[in-house]
């Protein structure tokens, strides 16, 4: 297909089973079952959640009881780690039609996943392994974002990746290569501001000038994260895209640049490890609130997002 895809309104011809609530303009967190019951009895207003889409492919149970309360009072964003859409292998039909199903059944406001592969064969890694970027890869990627987006009828968000090692054989850069994607497959793209500066200072690039390269035309979410701070086998400077921690200075610096050309795009904070307390957590969705309302009155809310 490889072409800018029209999908109509997959709700417009349907009775919706959950509130149409905005995301706009709205920062949020990863939705924890720790934090559960303090969410029901704080009930914060506005913001919204995420959750990874692996976790809720069981029919029912537990967690598709809390997630089904939530999704009543607030938007959710359905993120996918296991699609593997940057591998070489065909895209698993069983778990994207696990996935598909999610999307009818919970209609997330957003749906995203990742440029990178995490499966050979028949054997799942428990990483999000980086890609090179060459013509090859770009027509590949871009079938298996058509073949998606057909799933589920609608766009998907593909983030950009955090990488520890870079390929002799990419021909062209990673702006370049999520630009060309998306202008083929018709996608919209999560920036993961976190993903940025992780790249930036382990292989020694710009973070600012890849922000200024990057196609925020087409970013319809951000993500921000903590990262671990380690050091290489020559004691140079390695980060870990680690999920375990609050978000750092110069990420939330980066992220104030990035609203203030983009506008209050959907804001995601993720805390995957090493779980806080929902006061934390919640503190750092509102310190990103804080960022995108300040920007508000310039921009008009939806101007700036790709997917709609």
């Known amino acids: 297909m490889n072409a800018i895809i029209k999908f109509a309104d997959p709700q417009a011809s349907r009775l919706l089973r959950f509130p149409a609530h905005p995301i706009a303009g709205l920062a949020g967190t990863s939705f924890k079952h720790e934090h559960f019951s303090a969410i029901l009895a704080e009930r914060p207003a506005g913001g919204f959640f995420e959750v990874h889409a692996e976790n809720y492919m069981g029919a029912g149970g537990p967690s598709h009881r809390a997630l089904e309360s939530i999704r009543r009072d607030y938007p959710v964003s359905l993120h996918g780690v296991c699609m593997s859409i940057g591998g070489p292998q065909p895209i698993d039909v069983a778990h994207l039609a696990r996935f598909a199903a999610l999307v009818e059944r919970y209609e997330p406001a957003l749906v995203s996943e990742h440029l990178a592969w995490s499966t050979h064969e028949t054997t799942y890694f428990n990483d999000l392994l980086p890609l090179p970027y060459t013509e090859a890869t770009l027509a590949r990627v871009a079938d298996h974002i058509d073949e998606v987006q057909e799933a589920i009828r609608r766009p998907i968000l593909l983030e950009n990746p955090s990488t520890y090692v870079l390929f002799r054989d990419s021909t062209m850069k990673e702006t370049d290569f999520i630009r060309e994607l998306a202008r083929r497959s018709g996608c919209g793209l999560l920036l993961d501001i976190n993903n940025v500066f992780v790249s930036a200072t382990n292989h ?17 979410e951000i993500h921000l994260a903590g990262h671990a701070e380690q050091a290489d086998d020559e004691n140079e400077p390695l980060l870990i895209d680690s999920h375990d921690g609050p978000v750092a200075d110069a990420v939330w610096s980066l992220f104030d640049i990035v609203a203030g050309r983009c506008g209050p795009i959907p804001t995601l904070v993720e805390w995957d490890s090493n779980i806080p307390d929902w006061p934390v957590l919640k503190g750092e969705a509102m310190a990103a609130q804080a960022i995108l309302n300040r920007y508000a009155q310039t921009f008009a809310f939806g101007s700036t997002h790709a997917v709609r």
């Not at 020694?204 to 319809?220: C, I, K, Q, T």
């Open 204 to 220: 020694g690039f710009s973070a600012h000038d890849y922000l200024s390269d990057f196609p925020l035309d087409r970013v319809g």
